[in-house]
């Protein structure tokens, strides 16, 4: 069996992907566009009614999610094999996942669809670029969310349940055993627990998104916003030198050797508002520095930490 694929991909890598693709081996660009609560945007209508990649689907990460009180969440398995029916995807299409922010919400979008067993997944680096480069667009209007490249039924075998727990286990730590890690002075010494929130938000000087809802941050964390990693004119990632360099300049660390496994010898967690932008982070760690160790997303972020936490653990300061 091939080894799954979860890594980014340049437009004109997609292109060629595209180019190969057949019946049988479709290649499914999917718009994963979300918009912060505050940002008067609502990105289903915009799929609909303005542009897209020609063939895409859109997933929304509000529809797909876990029944919980927190924004979000990840979803079941029966609720991600309903997104498959739904959006008309199989098991064996290649997903190329986008956002039209360049890279704020598909990350996300695109570590789910692994997460849940899709061995072929793409993160497009990225829309802007796509556009830039004057590659296909679709403009008119669409009354589906579903792929038109098929009107059958499809269905989506998941993974065995146990192969998914591993999986899960390995690549998500919820707020239990988060909790346990800071209860007993553990994270720190065993992880490097990076949050991808604003300097402002991470040290409880600026207000979170979402009203009435403290900001600071969860001790033994450190913070690296998210937007260090990628390009501030089109959002595409950095070159893995240049993330090098940020780790090195802002947090002291250098993942050029493995000597910072001493320091961390369980691995990377990832956190933010809601499990969204920490994913950017994972993919900076994962697919463009290449490191091979576990990187787990804190899946309720700081909207379930600052909600559950006892207050002597919601701490401010940029420390």
Same mark, same amino acid.
């Given at each position: 069996?091939?080894? &799954?694929?979860?890594?980014?991909?340049? &437009?004109?890598?997609?292109?060629?992907?595209?180019?190969?693709?057949?019946?049988?081996?479709?290649?499914?660009?999917?718009?994963?566009?979300?918009?912060?609560?505050?940002?008067?945007?609502?990105?289903?209508?915009?799929?609909?009614?303005?542009?897209?990649?020609?063939?895409?689907?859109?997933?929304?990460?509000?529809?797909?999610?876990?029944?919980? &009180?927190?924004?979000?969440?990840?979803?079941?398995?029966?609720?991600?094999?309903?997104?498959?029916?739904?959006?008309?995807?199989?098991? #064996?299409?290649?997903?190329?996942?986008?956002?039209?922010?360049?890279?704020?919400?598909?990350?996300?979008?695109?570590?789910?669809?692994?997460?849940?067993?899709?061995?072929?997944? =793409?993160?497009?680096?990225?829309?802007?670029?796509?556009? *830039?480069?004057?590659?296909?667009?679709?403009?008119?209007?669409?009354?589906?969310?579903?792929?038109?490249?098929?009107?059958?039924?499809?269905?989506?075998?998941?993974?065995?349940?146990?192969?998914? *727990?591993?999986?899960?286990?390995?690549?998500?730590?919820?707020?239990?055993?988060?909790?346990?890690?800071?209860?007993?002075?553990?994270?720190?010494?065993?992880?490097?627990?990076?949050?991808?929130?604003?300097?402002?938000?991470?040290?409880?000087?600026?207000? !979170? &998104?979402?009203?009435?809802?403290?900001?600071?941050?969860?001790?033994?964390?450190?913070?690296?916003?998210?937007?260090?990693?990628?390009?501030?004119?089109?959002?595409? =990632? *950095?070159?893995?030198?240049?993330?090098?360099?940020?780790?090195?300049?802002?947090?002291?660390?250098?993942?050029?050797?493995?000597?910072?496994?001493?320091?961390?010898?369980?691995?990377?967690?990832?956190?933010?508002?809601?499990? /969204?932008?920490? /994913?950017?982070?994972?993919?900076?760690?994962?697919?463009?520095?290449?490191?091979? /160790?576990? /990187?787990?997303? =804190?899946?309720?972020?700081? #909207?379930?930490?600052?909600?559950?936490?006892?207050? !002597?653990?919601?701490?401010?300061?940029?420390?």
């Amino acid at each position: 069996m091939a080894k &799954p694929i979860l890594s980014t991909i340049t &437009p004109t890598a997609y292109r060629a992907l595209l180019s190969r693709a057949n019946g049988i081996n479709r290649v499914i660009p999917i718009d994963a566009t979300w918009v912060m609560p505050n940002v008067p945007r609502v990105p289903a209508k915009e799929f609909l009614e303005i542009e897209r990649i020609k063939n895409s689907a859109f997933f929304d990460l509000d529809k797909y999610c876990g029944d919980s &009180p927190y924004p979000h969440m990840l979803p079941s398995q029966s609720v991600f094999n309903d997104a498959m029916n739904d959006l008309g995807l199989k098991s #064996t299409d290649s997903i190329v996942v986008y956002d039209t922010e360049g890279n704020f919400s598909s990350p996300r979008a695109a570590w789910t669809f692994s997460l849940f067993g899709h061995c072929q997944v =793409y993160l497009l680096d990225n829309y802007l670029n796509y556009k *830039k480069s004057s590659f296909p667009l679709d403009t008119s209007k669409v009354e589906s969310f579903r792929t038109p490249l098929s009107s059958e039924q499809t269905s989506n075998t998941p993974i065995p349940e146990s192969e998914f *727990k591993a999986k899960y286990k390995e690549q998500v730590i919820e707020y239990e055993e988060l909790l346990d890690l800071v209860e007993t002075n553990q994270l720190s010494t065993n992880y490097l627990a990076l949050d991808a929130r604003s300097l402002g938000r991470f040290a409880g000087e600026a207000d !979170e &998104p979402r009203k009435g809802l403290s900001s600071g941050h969860v001790p033994g964390t450190k913070n690296l916003p998210f937007p260090k990693v990628l390009e501030t004119t089109n959002k595409q =990632y *950095k070159s893995k030198q240049e993330i090098l360099q940020i780790f090195a300049n802002d947090l002291n660390i250098d993942f050029s050797n493995d000597e910072w496994k001493k320091q961390y010898p369980k691995g990377i967690i990832v956190m933010c508002g809601t499990g /969204v932008s920490a /994913v950017i982070l994972r993919f900076a760690l994962t697919s463009i520095l290449g490191l091979d /160790v576990p /990187v787990r997303v =804190y899946d309720g972020s700081w #909207t379930e930490w600052a909600q559950r936490a006892p207050k !002597e653990f919601i701490v401010k300061g940029d420390d």
